[in-house]
């Protein structure tokens, strides 16, 4: 799996130049909403496919940071699971917790998410400059387990990084 997410990454990161999640679904042609319907611990966003436009809904009551990290995550189920969201009956796929390691599907999408968000250079410079694992996602800008993806993907391409913690499958859920 990593090498084939790695490499679709790579391709989009060509294709449309940005590392911006909200840039990215413009780029690959999805509405995006923000919508104040769910609790802040509850769905946090969902993408559905309706008469073949893309939609990718955010939790509004979510923090920015929060936002930004689920609206990559529905871009990734977008760009990843377009013809598993059409085969599906409501042609829909809904987040309630984003860094779910036990589903494949929630899966590819959190490691695409963390490929796209953080270039491997940037991840190699910060464990050198930080003191550990969770001062070098604060230095990056990104969550820990969304960290914990990204050296979990570094480590299937060879690279020597050590991952100190498992792949979370509950954490916005947990805030």
Same mark, same amino acid.
């Not at 449309?16 to 679904?25: D, K, V």
């Not at 104040?36 to 809904?57: E, F, S, T």
């Not at 509004?60 to 009956?89: F, N, T, V, W, Y």
């Given at each position: 799996?990593?090498?084939?997410?790695?490499?679709?990454?790579?391709?989009?990161?060509?294709?449309?130049?940005?590392?911006? !999640?909200?840039?990215?679904?413009?780029?690959?042609?999805?509405?995006?909403?923000?919508?104040?319907?769910?609790?802040?611990?509850?769905?946090?966003?969902?993408?559905?496919?309706? @008469?073949?436009?893309?939609?990718?809904?955010?939790?509004?009551?979510?923090?920015?940071?929060?936002? =930004?990290?689920?609206?990559?995550?529905?871009?990734?189920?977008?760009?990843?699971?377009?013809?598993?969201?059409?085969?599906?009956?409501?042609?829909?796929?809904?987040?309630? @917790?984003?860094?779910?390691?036990?589903? =494949?599907?929630?899966?590819?999408?959190?490691?695409?998410?963390?490929? #796209?968000?953080?270039?491997?250079?940037?991840?190699?410079?910060?464990?050198?400059?930080?003191?550990?694992? #969770?001062?070098?996602? =604060?230095?990056?800008?990104? !969550?820990?387990?969304?960290?914990?993806?990204?050296?979990?993907?570094?480590?299937?391409?060879?690279?020597?990084?050590?991952? !100190?913690?498992?792949?979370?499958?509950?954490?916005?859920?947990?805030?």
């Amino acid at each position: 799996m990593g090498n084939f997410i790695y490499s679709k990454v790579g391709d989009i990161l060509k294709k449309y130049g940005t590392r911006n !999640p909200y840039e990215l679904l413009e780029a690959i042609g999805a509405v995006t909403r923000l919508s104040d319907a769910y609790p802040r611990d509850g769905l946090k966003g969902y993408c559905i496919i309706l @008469n073949r436009c893309a939609y990718a809904v955010i939790n509004g009551k979510l923090c920015e940071a929060d936002r =930004r990290i689920a609206a990559g995550h529905e871009a990734a189920h977008l760009i990843l699971h377009r013809e598993q969201i059409m085969r599906s009956p409501v042609k829909a796929l809904q987040d309630f @917790n984003l860094y779910d390691s036990t589903v =494949r599907v929630e899966r590819e999408a959190n490691s695409f998410l963390a490929d #796209f968000l953080v270039a491997d250079e940037d991840v190699l410079e910060a464990m050198t400059a930080a003191d550990d694992y #969770f001062a070098a996602a =604060r230095g990056l800008s990104v !969550p820990a387990p969304l960290f914990a993806f990204k050296l979990y993907s570094m480590m299937q391409r060879g690279y020597q990084v050590r991952n !100190p913690v498992e792949l979370e499958s509950r954490f916005l859920g947990r805030q």
